[in-house]
């Protein structure tokens, strides 16, 4: 019994570390944006006005923006890449360095948003309409 109770108490502490891990790794990662460091691999172009009014964050409302500007359908690695520009954010640190276009692939799934994307080719989604 001692042994379980030991066990639980190395694994709370492991959840409890990496908790305060991500949470001081996010305040790092919003300092250097605040100094105008930009931790996006791409460059912000806000010049472009695509998403005006849309939610940095919402992840749905931008690829559909996105997808409506460039009136197309698109891969799933280019659409993630114009979201980066335009100045989508993750709400949290990425798990996976292809977090978005993992996100952006997933849309079009029945359990997802099938009334707005369809899949029209393999990782490539287009406006449904």
Do not use: C, W
């Amino acid at each position: 019994m001692e042994a379980q109770a030991v066990r639980f108490k190395d694994e709370m502490a492991g959840q409890i570390l990496r908790a305060v891990v991500r949470q001081e790794v996010a305040a790092v990662l919003e300092e250097l944006e605040g100094r105008g460091l930009r931790r996006d691999p791409v460059g912000v172009d806000r010049e472009a006005g695509l998403t005006a009014g849309v939610d940095p964050y919402a992840l749905v409302p931008f690829a559909e923006r996105v997808l409506q500007e460039e009136g197309g359908p698109l891969h799933v690695r280019v659409l993630a890449e114009r979201m980066y520009r335009l100045g989508f954010r993750h709400r949290r640190p990425p798990k996976y360095r292809d977090q978005l276009e993992r996100s952006l692939n997933s849309l079009a799934s029945p359990s997802q948003h099938p009334e707005i994307f369809e899949r029209v080719g393999p990782r490539t989604l287009a406006l449904r309409g």
